[in-house]
């Protein structure tokens, strides 16, 4: 029974023990929608037994408002993160670590070990073994070949040496590359130097990457990456604003293109038409370039001895493509023109070829370049980059079909 001295929280933990036992290894949305159904106080004393990083997976899924119910009933001290993965980026190995659930030393005994596996997983779900020395990790041990070893061996002899593990500081992309080829459900976090650090589930970074990738479309066109639906508007222009001004700063690049060619446009108005179709042709064809790119990025598959061969695709198919397309354009050209009783039917149907062959093919260019500029200076590829690329393609696009049409038509 409890005292008159016991905290709320004190009171509800008999039962939390056991709904720890059930959210622990469920997704953020089923475990919140568990914690849903109990009271506040015991709803925060189940938390307050898991590790700081799922509390705050759970955390984030439910209701601003329920959200600040449960995290005024936790004590400010709990399931704190150590000291060595404190980081500003959420979306870092370290930033998703928790405390490993059994860690021994390499003389332990099998028949020692299997005890306190019996007992750790109660509470926590048991995968590996870690066994530290000096707290540096020297191995792994897998429950099969804990339980198949001589009761009377030591770890040491059954344990897989110099394990595979991340460091804090890795991103969550750069951590699902070197994932691909290890498909593990837990794996170990250290320092370069090997110290134990702690375990990051497996499930835990594929969940973050899928949140990132969900807002890398958003990250394009200068939408911050930890923006939701349930962001307060305040919020949302702080982070939005500052690209939409240096978007309407690099449209007005495009607009003095078109101001150098005024007097062309006065002379041929019917080129006005035609404007919005080579800028968006141009513009589609470096978003397709630009796709594949941010794809073989995202997947390591872009080395410096590739980019050359990414470059003459992309110009091959920017050619193509132009052919094609500029074919069809420019048959448009010459009926709008004809039925317009403008001079020059024929020879504006050829700049417009011309304006799209060219435009195309740059554009494939500019689509590879941006995300590969942006990366060796250091940025997110991703960035706004269809600013950048609509910029350039807007400059291209506009100067080579007025400049051609000044140049052949006039």
């Given at each position: 029974?409890?005292?008159?001295?016991d905290?709320?929280?004190?009171?509800?933990?008999?039962?939390?023990?056991?709904?720890?036992?059930?959210?622990?290894?469920?997704?953020?949305q089923?475990a919140?929608?568990?914690?849903?159904?109990?009271d506040?106080?015991?709803?925060?004393?189940?938390?307050?037994?898991?590790?700081?990083?799922?509390?705050?997976?759970?955390?984030?899924?439910?209701?601003?408002?329920?959200?600040?119910?449960?995290?005024?009933?936790?004590?400010?001290?709990v399931?704190?993160?150590?000291?060595?993965?404190?980081?500003s980026?959420?979306?870092t190995?370290?930033?998703?670590?928790?405390?490993?659930?059994?860690?021994?030393?390499?003389?332990?005994?099998?028949?020692?070990?299997?005890?306190?596996?019996?007992?750790?997983?109660?509470?926590?779900?048991?995968?590996?073994v870690?066994?530290?020395?000096?707290?540096?990790?020297?191995?792994?041990?897998?429950?099969?070949?804990?339980?198949?070893?001589d009761?009377?061996a030591?770890?040491?002899d059954?344990?897989?040496?110099?394990?595979?593990?991340?460091?804090p500081?890795?991103s969550?992309e750069?951590?699902?590359?070197?994932?691909?080829?290890?498909?593990?459900?837990v794996?170990?976090?250290?320092?370069?130097?090997?110290?134990?650090?702690?375990?990051?589930?497996?499930?835990?970074l594929?969940e973050?990457?899928?949140?990132e990738?969900?807002a890398?479309?958003?990250?394009?066109?200068?939408?911050?990456?930890?923006?939701?639906?349930?962001?307060?508007?305040?919020?949302s222009?702080?982070?939005?604003h500052?690209?939409?001004?240096?978007?309407?700063?690099?449209?007005?690049?495009?607009a003095?293109?078109?101001?150098?060619?005024?007097?062309?446009?006065?002379r041929?108005?019917?080129?006005?038409?035609?404007?919005?179709?080579?800028?968006?042709?141009?513009?589609n064809?470096?978003c397709?370039?630009?796709?594949?790119?941010l794809?073989?990025?995202?997947?390591?598959?872009?080395?410096?001895?590739?980019?050359?061969?990414?470059?003459?695709?992309?110009?091959?198919?920017?050619l193509?493509?132009?052919?094609?397309?500029?074919?069809?354009?420019?048959?448009?050209?010459?009926?709008?023109?004809?039925?317009?009783?403008?001079?020059?039917?024929?020879?504006?149907?050829?700049?417009?070829?011309?304006?799209m062959?060219?435009?195309?093919?740059?554009?494939?260019v500019v689509?590879?370049?941006?995300?590969?500029?942006?990366?060796?200076?250091?940025?997110?590829?991703?960035?706004?980059?269809?600013?950048?690329?609509?910029?350039?393609?807007?400059?291209v696009?506009?100067g080579?079909?007025?400049?051609?049409?000044?140049?052949?038509?006039?």
């Open positions: 029974m409890p005292t008159d001295t905290s709320p929280l004190d009171a509800a933990s008999t039962v939390a023990v056991r709904l720890v036992k059930t959210v622990r290894h469920r997704a953020p089923d919140a929608r568990l914690l849903q159904k109990v506040a106080t015991t709803a925060a004393a189940a938390l307050a037994q898991l590790p700081q990083a799922s509390r705050s997976r759970i955390l984030a899924t439910m209701a601003p408002a329920e959200r600040a119910a449960l995290s005024a009933l936790l004590p400010a001290t399931g704190d993160a150590p000291p060595a993965l404190v980081t980026d959420r979306h190995v370290g930033a998703l670590t928790e405390p490993a659930p059994l860690v021994v030393a390499p003389d332990a005994r099998v028949v020692d070990v299997t005890e306190r596996v019996r007992d750790a997983s109660r509470t926590a779900l048991v995968t590996y870690y066994v530290v020395e000096d707290q540096r990790l020297v191995g792994v041990v897998t429950m099969r070949d804990l339980l198949l070893a009761s009377q030591a770890v040491s059954v344990m897989l040496p110099e394990p595979f593990f991340l460091t500081e890795t969550v750069a951590a699902m590359r070197a994932m691909v080829h290890r498909h593990y459900p794996y170990p976090v250290c320092q370069e130097d090997g110290h134990f650090l702690g375990v990051v589930p497996g499930h835990a594929f973050d990457h899928s949140f990738l969900t890398q479309s958003g990250l394009m066109v200068g939408v911050d990456q930890d923006e939701q639906v349930s962001t307060p508007w305040a919020r222009l702080k982070m939005r500052p690209w939409l001004q240096v978007n309407l700063v690099t449209a007005f690049a495009a003095a293109v078109v101001g150098l060619f005024e007097g062309t446009l006065e041929i108005v019917i080129l006005a038409a035609f404007l919005p179709v080579l800028a968006g042709q141009a513009g064809t470096g397709q370039a630009m796709a594949v790119t794809r073989g990025l995202a997947l390591d598959d872009v080395p410096r001895s590739a980019v050359a061969g990414l470059l003459r695709k992309e110009s091959i198919l920017g193509v493509n132009g052919c094609l397309t500029g074919f069809s354009a420019a048959v448009g050209m010459w009926i709008y023109a004809t039925v317009t009783d403008t001079p020059g039917a024929w020879m504006l149907a050829v700049v417009v070829v011309l304006a062959i060219g435009s195309c093919l740059l554009s494939g689509g590879v370049a941006v995300p590969l500029t942006l990366k060796k200076l250091g940025a997110d590829p991703a960035t706004a980059s269809s600013i950048f690329l609509t910029t350039a393609t807007d400059v696009s506009l080579l079909f007025l400049g051609l049409a000044s140049l052949l038509v006039l």
